[in-house]
């Protein structure tokens, strides 16, 4: 039972390039997430989706952009990645209830932007 | 972020007792959740409150008091394996989570 698969789980960029995060679940979960994590700012939201085609911006956005074309993938896009961006990226997914449900967290993607 | 207060680090024996507090602003938030995130690692969720009061489970318990904005973490007979970071999380709406940056728990032998 994978859960949420993300890759890549390493990646070393240099400014200006850019790449495509990915994640996979296979809980059949409507709601995904992307988190940046750092050091002494906790999880912060990127984006988010309520469903199959839809996103929504989350707390910082900017920089980045995502798309959810089937429901069980979530991709998060850096166009032109910057320093600022270094961080470790996590993505995740909850089920659709009518009571908040936990949160299911891949194992990250470490991403140093140099 | 988004006012939410849990101390940054903290330090226990192995065996003993611990709780990590955390307040919020109220407005908005109709739930907690509490992560335990080991240091490279993914959070993974240890408890949830959408009711006032204790939520028990096996030696972690959670305490929400909604009206107060103020939730707490209690684990018991701490063991190594514990040490880790505690997030806490209230939830806003049925599907939002802001989480708070955590606490960094350091369990001594």
């Known amino acids: 039972n994978a859960g949420v698969t993300q890759t890549p789980k390493f990646r070393v960029l240099k400014t200006g390039q850019s790449m495509t995060l990915l994640c996979a679940q296979d809980?059949?979960?409507?709601?995904m997430y992307w988190y940046r994590q750092d050091p002494g700012m906790g999880l912060r939201l990127i984006h988010y989706?309520?469903?199959?085609?839809?996103?929504a911006k989350g707390e910082v956005p900017d920089g980045y952009n995502v798309s959810r074309l089937k429901k069980q993938n979530f991709l998060l896009g850096l166009e032109s990645a910057a320093p600022s961006q270094t961080s470790v990226y996590f993505c995740?997914?909850?089920?659709?209830?009518?009571?908040?449900?936990?949160?299911?967290f891949g194992d990250g993607t470490r991403l140093s932007i140099l | 972020g988004q006012n939410i207060d849990q101390p940054t680090e903290m330090t226990a024996t192995e065996g003993a007792i611990v709780q990590i507090n955390c307040t919020y602003q109220?407005?908005?938030?109709?739930?907690l959740f509490w992560y335990q995130q080991h240091a490279g690692e993914a959070p993974t969720f240890l408890s949830y409150?959408?009711?006032?009061g204790l939520e028990e489970k096996g030696r972690f318990s959670s305490f929400l008091s909604r009206s107060k904005g103020y939730s707490y973490l209690l684990l018991k007979e701490l063991q190594m394996k514990d040490s880790a970071s505690y997030l806490c999380?209230?939830?806003?709406?049925?599907?939002?989570?802001?989480f708070g940056t955590g606490t960094r728990l350091k369990v001594l032998a």
């Open positions: 995740a997914s909850t089920g659709q209830t009518g009571v908040n449900q936990p949160q299911h």
């Open positions: 809980m059949n979960h409507e709601y």
């Open positions: 989706s309520v469903g199959e085609g839809t996103t």
């Open positions: 109220t407005s908005g938030f109709n739930g």
């Open positions: 409150n959408v009711l006032d």
């Open positions: 999380a209230p939830a806003r709406g049925t599907y939002k989570y802001i």
